[in-house]
């Protein structure tokens, strides 16, 4: 094949940094291992949004795919491990439960665990469900080792991910990147060439005057969408009327004691707070609704409510939650905040990095950018995202509160036809319907519905029929759990001892 048959795709070019960024870089790096340049074009002058602190567990196996040892990654972006994350004041004021990663107990009828446990609350178990639930045995005190892979134990019941400092995480794969031969241009962008005829992106002109063009563009540009948006104006549906928070502000603090292994969530008064333990800091933020809460009320609010000494001012952060009509158009992929934006509440954000670095690498085109290729990447990342949408506004629908403007509004809001359905399914039987392309599994589901004590009106039908009493079942499942919990190494010193 001459070079004018030669269809491949050879030039990338990814705009702008951050995790977005140097994620995708990474990424593509490892994968195009040869006679492909990849640039990227990152300005020191332009900030990262950094919210992105928490993560869910898929983030091990990106990590996996590019070789990186779990210690060199905890060591260098001073990471804490992440078990699930505690919701208080939710469900209603002074009450709190554990989404953990992993399910409740283990499965031993063809009737699921919680319909046991539920029919045992009915007979007068107090325990919460939370007590089945081996990620929270470990997490509430303090422990940590990793799950086994022996199907017969309690150990292999739970998942784990990471809290990190997301900038250190974007240096450290720059570097990983740059090793591999990706080349970063800094300096701003002043202008984006379309082709007249095609509508697709030429080349961008940098502010010093440089041109550089590519066949394939990455827009990891933030919130502005410099491609995506600016220049081919594709258009975003906003989803603020399900999700109305539409602010944020985060300041850091110094640890208040060792990191704890979770990840926790505070409803307040217009919205909730975060908190994110790591071994150098507690990251913590308020996520919150401007019609009812100004901004110098919120960063107040927060500064009061942090648990150590503030290490900075506090940072403000305006979105609108809601996604691109296309997150692939033309030549140009959206990765990122680019693509859209869900409140980090369940901490997708860098999964969402991840989910569409993956589907561009599986359905990686050639210069033709075959339209069928590209519709069948939107209609996955389009339904990818409904699904997580779905599930954040799950806890804002199922709250009890009726305390503030913002609770009342949540609880008395239509939501989308395939929320409703789960919700209904649940309030009858307690049954959890999933569907194509759910990222949150039945498992978490539970967790919220019960949580937020969306009890069910009736218990599976098939559970008349099973004879069995479980109560004694229930009660070894949770002693088991207990003594594995209790046998474990502390958090940080599981940390100490695996970053030496």
């Known amino acids: 094949m001459n070079a004018s048959q030669d269809r491949s795709i050879r030039e990338v070019l990814i705009v702008g940094g951050g995790s977005a960024g140097w994620m995708t870089a990474a990424a593509l790096a490892q994968a195009l291992r040869q006679d492909c340049r990849i640039t990227v074009i990152e300005s ?39 078990l699930g994350i505690e919701f208080v004041n939710w469900g209603k004021q002074d009450h709190r439960y554990f989404h953990p990663f992993g399910g409740h107990g283990r499965n031993f009828d063809y009737v699921p665990l919680h319909q046991y446990w539920l029919k045992a609350r009915a007979e007068g178990e107090s325990a919460p469900i939370d007590d089945w639930s081996m990620a929270w045995q470990i997490a509430r005190l303090g422990k940590f080792a990793r799950p086994t892979q022996d199907p017969r ?52 002109t940098m502010a010093d005057g440089r041109i550089v063009s590519a066949d394939l563009f ?70 919150y609704c401007s019609s009812f809460l100004d901004d110098d009320k919120a960063a107040n609010l927060l500064a009061s409510r942090l648990d150590g000494k503030a290490l900075g001012d506090p940072r403000p952060l305006r979105f609108t939650t809601g996604r691109r009509k296309q997150h692939w158009n033309r030549n140009v992929v959206a990765v990122g905040l680019s693509s859209g934006f869900l409140e980090p509440l369940e901490s997708t954000s860098i999964h969402l990095i991840q989910a569409n670095i993956s589907k561009l690498i599986a359905l990686f085109p050639d210069k033709d950018f075959d339209p069928a290729t590209i519709a069948e990447f939107n209609r996955i990342a389009i339904t990818e995202t409904e699904r997580i949408r779905d599930f954040i506004i799950l806890h804002y629908k199922l709250t009890q509160r009726d305390d503030a403007e913002l609770w009342r509004y949540c609880a008395a809001m239509e939501v989308p036809e395939t929320l409703q359905l789960k919700i209904d399914h649940f309030r009858r039987y307690g049954r959890l319907v999933a569907r194509e392309m759910d990222l949150f599994a039945p498992a978490s589901w539970l967790a919220v ?12 039908p ?39």
């Open 44 to 82: 020191e002058e332009i900030g990262t949004v950094g919210v992105g602190e928490a993560t869910i567990p898929p983030i091990r196996t990106f990590n996996e795919s590019l070789g990186i040892s779990e210690a060199d990654f905890v060591r260098e972006t001073k990471a804490s491990f992440k």
């Open 153 to 204: 134990s309690v150990l292999s019941t739970f998942e784990y991910a990471y809290h990190f400092d997301a900038g250190l995480y974007a240096q450290y794969l720059r570097c990983y990147a740059e090793d591999k031969g990706v080349v970063r241009i800094e300096g701003k962008i002043g202008d984006v060439t379309l082709n007249a005829e095609t509508g697709f992106v030429e080349s961008v």
């Open 218 to 287: 990455i827009d990891c540009s933030g919130f502005r969408g410099l491609l995506i948006e600016g220049a081919l104006k594709t258009g975003y549906e906003d989803w603020s009327h399900w999700l109305p928070c539409d602010r944020a502000v985060a300041m850091p603090c110094e640890n208040a004691g060792e990191p704890t292994p979770y990840t926790r969530s505070t409803a307040h008064e217009a919205g909730w707070q975060w908190r994110i333990p790591l071994q150098h800091r507690t990251g913590n933020g308020y996520v």
């Open 449 to 460: 519905h019960i949580g937020q004590l969306n009890y069910p009106e009736r218990l599976e």
């Open 462 to 500: 098939l559970i008349a029929y099973r004879g069995v009493d479980a109560r004694d079942w229930l009660a070894k499942v949770r002693g088991a759990m207990e003594r594995e919990a209790q046998a474990m190494p502390g958090h940080a010193q599981f940390i100490r001892s695996l970053i030496g």
